[in-house]
Structures are given as C-alpha cells and as structure tokens.
C-alpha cells in the first residue's frame, strides 16, 4: 500500500507490547493510540537506564550524579526543542502534560500582564475541542467577567469559519484551538485563524496533542503566522506519561506572571518578596518529572529518526484504509470528514443498534483495543446528537491486517447483537 514506512515490521519490533497474547489466546491489536501510544523500547530503556545509574534531583546536588541528571534533563529539553523547530530552547517549558500546560496560560492570563483578559473582553475557543481546552477558559471568563465564545461545526465536521470577522473582533483577546481533533481527527487551519487573530491582536493557543503525533511542527512558521503559545503531551509520542511540553515566544513567556511558587523559579527570595528566574525556569517549580523528562527526549529523537513526513504518509494511508473498510460495515456512521487527507488518525464512529460500549467489549474479546465514551470531547458529541461513541486510532505501528481485524470484528459485533 502507497505510503505505508517501508519497515513497518521491523518498527513494530521496537514496541514490546506489540507482542503480547491476551486472556483467550487473542493477539494484540492496538488501536487506542490517540488516547495513549505505545512506547518503543529505547525509551523503556532510556528510563530505566537513568533511574539505575544517574538518579539525582537536578540543579540543585553539587555531586556528579546531579550533574549527569541536569545534563540529561536539558539535553531533553533541547531534544524536543529541535523535534518542533522552537526558535529558541529556553521557550520550552515542561510541564506535568498538555492540560497543565492549558491551565498555565488561562490561570496566568488572569493576572497582570500586558496579555491580562479583563471584564468586557472575550476568548475563542470551538465546539470541537478536548475538556481541556474548554474548562481552564470557562474559569478565566468566570473569573474575570470575560466572555467564552466559539466556532461552531459543520454537518462534515469541520470548523465553520463563515463567522470570522464577526467572531474575531477587536474585544477578542485569547483564540484557542485545536490542531487535531481527537474525537472528530479533523486537520484545522491554523494558521488562517492565526492571522484574523493578530488582525485584532489576540493571543492565540494551539493545542497539539494530537497534531504532534502525526504532523509534522515548525514552530518557526506557525510564530511568523501568529501562534503565540503550543502545548502536546508526552504520553501520545511514544514517551512516557506525567510530561508535558508547552511552548511560548519569548516575549509572552516573559511577560506572563508565574503559574506555581518554589523552588528553581526564584532569582532571590526575601521575606517581604521575591524575583523570578528567567524562562523556561520561572515556569517550572519544584522538582519537575526528570526521567519522564528524559524518556520524552528519548522519544522525540526516536520519531525524528524515522522522520514525522513519513509518519504523516502513513497515518494518512492507513486512515484511509480504515474508512474504506469502516463503510463497508452496515449501519456505520464515521463522525468527521471522509477524506484521510483532511484529517488525523482518530475516527469515531457510531454502529447502530449497538451501544459503544458494547461495542468496545465485543472487540477486547478479540483482541482489539478500542475506546469508547465521548472522548472528553462532549460539546462535539452533542453537536451531532449523540451521547458517546467508538473510536479506533491508529499509529505509526499499525498495519493493515490490523484494520482488517477491526472491520471484521465489527461485522461480527453486529452479528453478535442480530443487527439488521
């Protein structure tokens, strides 16, 4: 199949958990990617390897252990900086994963700063957002008597961008965004809602979990096209969970306030006040997650290796496989696009007459790991009037056999349930 990674088997080798039978002899089919990737075992052994012989807290114990764990820990921050093509290092923060990262910036928008969202101004946010990037700017509106607005969705699942000019105006001070969708996998213009954004002067937020995945990030071009801030989450790269990543151009990292006080985010501490480090530090108190640090720079050069373009061809080749094979099942409905070139790997789905939880089930008894709910993407799901629904995800790891296993694991779930 065109597009494919030419050494999909031998990738596959490199994730241990790729081999596993499950209970009733069933072979692993993994395809829960969107919610968690599996981790190659480079990464398995990067941690492993620095809990044995380097562990040390960082920047603080002047002993050599200290010195081989700070060096890990920022050369993984240099890692990822090159991994998104960030401007300069110092503008990647770590943080504990992508809704931190969210939380950060809401939470530190609401207090002086040349960025401070005030009574009267409004954030944009849209429909088809992860909880994450609703909830932390419901309470910043809440807060400061901001208003929360946003795009809403077309039947085919895009953005309804016909609004714009009227949504984006010169009272709109935050436009937050989702690259991917998780629920719906559709590819967002980013950068065109980037532009009308810095027409009115609005600060505008990328969240990347699932763009990072799969996309290829400069994050030299999406500065110059007017993103300011861009989070991911470590667990959805092949690295570990408990990391993530948020990026900032350097003049609003500087500007914006401290999220949390402590250690290593103080220049001096006085009883009547402090000062702050510099960026990245004033954002990172207290001991960070350092192996996960490290795991996650492990992970980024592992991907890098095979190269995020190539990724890209094969997420698109084996989603459109997937929505070849999900049509042929009768009584399926995939919300979101039906072009794999207009979107990522996550499709959702609904299989009438059968609950997806039952559907998810029916699946796990074959071996075939699936997610089912509403994807902490509720807004989206009650767009299309519907309470939940499965979602199969692929990865760099999957082939096509795998997807043939689903797609025949659906017409027996229907089968099972005597649908139809």
Partial sequence: MDGLLPELEVIRKDFPILERTLAGGQRLVYLDSANTSQ?????????????????????RAMHQLGAESTEAFEAARDKVAAFVKAPSRDEIVFTKNASEAL???????????????????????????????????QLLTERTGATLRWFGLTDDGQLDLSDIDQLVTERTKVVSLTWVSNMLGTINPVAEIARRAKQVGALVVVDASQAAPQLPIDLGELSAAGVDVLVFTG??????????????????????????????????????????????????????????????????DYLGHIGMDAIHR????????????????????????????QRGGAISF?????????????????GIAVRAGHHCAKPAHARYGVQSSTRMSSYLYTT????????????????YFKVG
């Fill in 39 to 59: 981790k190659p075992q480079v990464v398995i052994d990067t941690m492993v390897d620095h809990l044995e012989r380097h562990n040390a807290n960082i920047a």
């Fill in 103 to 137: 939380n950060l910036v809401a939470n530190t928008l609401a207090w002086k700063s040349p960025f401070q969202v005030g009574e009267g101004d409004e954030v944009v946010i849209t429909e088809m957002e992860h909880h994450s990037n609703i909830v932390p700017w």
């Fill in 235 to 300: 667990h959805k790269v092949v690295g570990p969970t408990g990391i993530g990543v948020l990026w900032g151009r350097r003049e609003v990292l500087e500007a914006l306030p401290p999220f949390l006080g402590g250690g290593e985010m103080i220049a001096t501490v006085r009883m009547e006040r402090s000062t702050y480090a510099g960026i990245p530090h004033k954002f990172e108190a207290g001991t960070p997650p350092i192996v996960e640090a490290i795991g996650l720079g492990a992970a980024v």
């Fill in 314 to 341: 094969h997420e698109q080749a084996i989603t459109a496989y997937a929505l070849k094979g999900l049509q042929s099942v009768p009584g399926l409905t995939v919300l979101g696009p039906l072009d794999a070139t």
């Fill in 350 to 366: 609904e299989l009438e007459g059968v609950h997806p939880h039952d559907i998810a089930q029916v699946l796990d008894s074959r």
């Fill in 400 to 415: 096509p056999a795998e997807i043939d296993a689903l797609v025949e694991g659906l017409h027996h779930t229907r089968s």
